[in-house]
C-alpha cells in the first residue's frame, strides 16, 4: 500500500492505526472503494483518498493527497513498485506539489469518467475515459508536473477557466455604463485575451467543497483588477457522474455592471495513443469527425482573429460541419482562418436561431480510439480551435505527459535527430461554450446586454460533457 508520511498523516487527522486497514478509513462505501483499488488498469491504483473524502485542510484551504504512486499514474505497477511506493517515488523524486498546485482525483459513482484537477486556475488537468478497448486514456494535454501550470511560459491554457472575460477584447477596451474601460493587451500588444495578463486562469482557487465525485472552486475578482469595474465572485462545479458524464456549471455575482463572460479552456485528445510516438509532420486530429449541428453562422475575424463585426453564413464554406464531417475534408481550404498564414480552425460558430438544451450542439469522434464527446450547454456560441500554433518554438515547447509518450529525459530532443517528445501543432482540439466573442464591442449583434453583468443577476453557465464510444 501507499506509505504516508507522518507530516501527511496529522495534516490528515489519521493515526497510524487507521492507515492500516482500509475498511477503518473508508467506512461505509469501503466495498466499493475496495473493488475499484482491486482493479489493475486502474491509473489510481491504491491511491489512498477514500471514496467520500472531506479533503484535509491546509491554512484555509481543503487539500488534497499530495502525490501519486508513480506506477499507479504511469503504466500498469508491478505488484512490487505498488507496495513499496512511497513519497520519495513519487514523479521524479518530486516535492509534493503544494496548493495551489495540488491533485484532486474525482470519479464518478460508477467509475465510468475519472479526472484531477488542481486550485491554480480551478484547472482540469486528466481526463480518463474507455476507449472501444474498454482500455482507460487521458484524453486531455497538460503537465505531469503540476507547479509547470504557475511557472511555464507558452501559456497555452490548458484546462482552466478562462475570465473574467474569455475570449478577444478589441483593442483592450470597451464601455459599459457610459464609461470607458482599458484592460491589459497581452496578445500580440493589440488586444486583451482570456481577462488579461492575470486572468482567471492564473488565479489560486479556494476549494469550498469536495467529495469523490465533485468538486467547487470559488473566486473573487476585486474591483479594478485587469482594468475591469466591480467586483465578480464566482463559483465553479465539476461533477463527475455515471454513464461518463463531467458536468461543469459556473456562476457569478458583481457588485455592478460590469463584463462577464467565462468559459472552461480543454485541450480533447480523442485518441491518446496516437501521442505516443507522435512527430512534427503528423496531425493526429484530422481524422476526427465534428458535427455542429446548429452552428450555421461563425464570426468572421481579422488576421488576428478580432472579430470584424460580421456573421456570416457556413454554407459553402470550410466551417460548415452541420453535418458530420471529418477535419481532413476541409483542411486545405482552412489557410488563415486561424489567423494569417495559419492553416486550421480558430472560430466561434453562433447558433443564431437557438439551440435546445437536451441535445448536443457539439460531437467530436475519433474512428481510431471510437471515443466520443457529445457536448451539451446552454450557451449559444461555440469556438473551436484545432491548436494549429501549440508547436511555436517562437513560443517555447511543451513537454507531453508521460502517458502521451513523454519522458522526463530530453524533453526537448537534441540535434542528433532525436524526436523531441511535445506537443505538436494539432495534437488536440479546444472547445470553448461561451458567448459571441467580443460582444461587448458589438452592440448591433444584440449580445451585450447578455455579457454585461448586473448586480441584481446572476451569471450562469452550464456545460455537459457525455463520452461515448462509437
Ligand atoms: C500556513 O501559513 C503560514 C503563514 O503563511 C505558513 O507559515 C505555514 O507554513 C502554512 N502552513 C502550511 C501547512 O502550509
Ligand atoms: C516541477 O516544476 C517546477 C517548476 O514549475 C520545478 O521547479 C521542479 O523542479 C519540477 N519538478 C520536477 C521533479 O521536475
Ligand atoms: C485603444 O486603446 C488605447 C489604450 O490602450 C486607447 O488610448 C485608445 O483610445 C483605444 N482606441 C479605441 C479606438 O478605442
Ligand atoms: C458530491 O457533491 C455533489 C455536489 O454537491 C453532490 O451532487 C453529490 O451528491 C455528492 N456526492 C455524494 C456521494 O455525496
Ligand atoms: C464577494 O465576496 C466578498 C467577500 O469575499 C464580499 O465582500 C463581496 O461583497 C462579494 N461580492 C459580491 C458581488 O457578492
Ligand atoms: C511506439 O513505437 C514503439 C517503437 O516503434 C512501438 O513499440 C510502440 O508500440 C508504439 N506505441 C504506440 C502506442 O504506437
Ligand atoms: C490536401 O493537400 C495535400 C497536399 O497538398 C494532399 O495530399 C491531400 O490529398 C489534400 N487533401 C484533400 C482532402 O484534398
Ligand atoms: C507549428 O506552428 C508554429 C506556429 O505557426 C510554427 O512556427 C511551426 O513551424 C509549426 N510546426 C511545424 C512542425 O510545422
Ligand atoms: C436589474 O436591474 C436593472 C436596472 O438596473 C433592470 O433593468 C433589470 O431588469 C434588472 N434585472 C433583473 C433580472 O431584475
Ligand atoms: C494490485 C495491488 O498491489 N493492490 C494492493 C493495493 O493495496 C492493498 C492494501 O492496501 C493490497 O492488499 C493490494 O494487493
Not at 470597451?174 to 496578445?187: A, C, D, I, Q, R
Amino acid at each position: 500500500m501507499v506509505v504516508l508520511t507522518s507530516t501527511l498523516m496529522s495534516l490528515l487527522g489519521l493515526s497510524s492505526t487507521l492507515i492500516g486497514t482500509a475498511t477503518t478509513v473508508l467506512g461505509t462505501d469501503a466495498d466499493s472503494y475496495l473493488a475499484i483499488r482491486d482493479n489493475v488498469d486502474d491509473p489510481f491504483l491504491n491511491e489512498t483518498v477514500p471514496k467520500d473524502t472531506r479533503g484535509f485542510v491546509v491554512n484555509g484551504t481543503i487539500g488534497s493527497y499530495p502525490c501519486f504512486v508513480k506506477a499507479g499514474l504511469y503504466g500498469k505497477p508491478t505488484s512490487d513498485q505498488v507496495n513499496s511506493a512511497s513519497y520519495s517515488d513519487c514523479i521524479d523524486n518530486a516535492l509534493e506539489p503544494t496548493y495551489p498546485f495540488n491533485k484532486i482525483h474525482l470519479r464518478s459513482p460508477d467509475d465510468s469518467i475519472r479526472a484531477t484537477f488542481i486550485p491554480f486556475g480551478a484547472r482540469l488537468t486528466e481526463m480518463w475515459v474507455k476507449d472501444r478497448n474498454q482500455d482507460w486514456q487521458d484524453i486531455t494535454l497538460g503537465f505531469d508536473n503540476t507547479t509547470n501550470y504557475g511557472t511555464e511560459p507558452v501559456h497555452p491554457y490548458f484546462g482552466p477557466v478562462v475570465g473574467r472575460y474569455a475570449n478577444r477584447i478589441k483593442n483592450g477596451t470597451f464601455e459599459v455604463g457610459g464609461k470607458t474601460y482599458h484592460t491589459p493587451l497581452n496578445e500580440n500588444n493589440i488586444d486583451t485575451l482570456h481577462g488579461g495578463t492575470d486572468g482567471f486562469d492564473r488565479r489560486s482557487w479556494t476549494i469550498e467543497h469536495l467529495n469523490a465525485s465533485s468538486i467547487t472552486f470559488t473566486l473573487d475578482d476585486p474591483a479594478g483588477n485587469q482594468g475591469f469595474p466591480h467586483n465578480v465572485n464566482t463559483t465553479v462545479t465539476y461533477t463527475l457522474e455515471n454513464d461518463a458524464t463531467y458536468d461543469a456549471r459556473m456562476h457569478a455575482k458583481s457588485s455592478g455592471k460590469t463584463p462577464v463572460m467565462l468559459s472552461a479552456h480543454n485541450y480533447w485528445n480523442l485518441d491518446p495513443q496516437a501521442l505516443v510516438n507522435l512527430s512534427a509532420s503528423d496531425r493526429p486530429i484530422l481524422d476526427y469527425v465534428l458535427h455542429l449541428p446548429y452552428a450555421k453562422n461563425y464570426i468572421a475575424g481579422d488576421t488576428i482573429l478580432i472579430p470584424t463585426g460580421k456573421v456570416p453564413s457556413v454554407s459553402g464554406t470550410a466551417l460548415d460541419f452541420t453535418s458530420p464531417t471529418p477535419f481532413s475534408q476541409n483542411f486545405n481550404r482552412t489557410e488563415g482562418i486561424c489567423g494569417l498564414g495559419c492553416t486550421g480552425w480558430d472560430t466561434c460558430w453562433v447558433m443564431k436561431d437557438g439551440h435546445p438544451e437536451n441535445k448536443p450542439v457539439l460531437t467530436m469522434s475519433s474512428p481510431a480510439s471510437g471515443i466520443q464527446l457529445a457536448m451539451y450547454t446552454n450557451q449559444v456560441a461555440i469556438q473551436v480551435y484545432t491548436s494549429s500554433g501549440l508547436a511555436n518554438p517562437k513560443n517555447g515547447l511543451i513537454p507531453r505527459k508521460r502517458v502521451h509518450g513523454g519522458q522526463a529525459e530530453n524533453l526537448a530532443g537534441d540535434d542528433n535527430g532525436v524526436a523531441k517528445k511535445i506537443y505538436e501543432n494539432y495534437s488536440a482540439v479546444v472547445i470553448e461554450a461561451e458567448d459571441w466573442i467580443d460582444g461587448i464591442n458589438n452592440p448591433q449583434w444584440g449580445r451585450k446586454e447578455h455579457q454585461v453583468l448586473n448586480e441584481n443577476e446572476t451569471y450562469d453557465w452550464h456545460t455537459t460533457y457525455v463520452f461515448s464510444t462509437v
